[in-house]
Nanobody, 124 residues
């Protein structure tokens, strides 16, 4: 059972990146998915999650990324994505995807599976 996050890199302010989170050994569509990030010198923060517990997908975003980041999921590929637009230097962080049974949550301790993390650097 594994989650693999990928897609990070170095970009300039205002540019875009798409992160991927691919599951192996389990069906990602049966799990709530979230993205977290840890910026240098800061605590890990939740930035987005999907909640399907009410029978339909609800997407939640932290204020810091709302309107710029979009979380999506392709069940056929067993993969979730985080599309990031209008990136800012303060978005520089290691990004992690996570999955859990049940409803989406902002609490990292509730997640069962974690990807390894992918580094996003936004700098001119």
């Amino acid at each position: 059972v594994q989650l693999q996050a990928s897609g990070g890199g170095l970009v300039q302010p205002g540019e875009s990146l798409r992160l991927s989170c691919t599951a192996s050994g389990f069906t990602l569509g049966d799990y709530a998915v979230a993205w977290f990030r840890r910026a240098p010198g800061k605590e890990r923060e939740a930035i987005s999650c999907i909640d399907d517990s009410d029978g339909y997908s609800q997407y939640f975003y932290a204020d810091s990324v709302k309107g710029r980041f979009t979380l999506s999921r392709d069940n056929a590929k067993n993969t979730a994505f985080l599309q990031m637009r209008s990136l800012k230097p303060e978005d520089t962080a290691v990004y992690y995807c996570a999955a859990r049974r049940g409803s989406g949550s902002w609490n990292s301790w509730q997640y069962d599976y974690w990807g390894r993390g992918t580094l996003v650097t936004v700098s001119s």
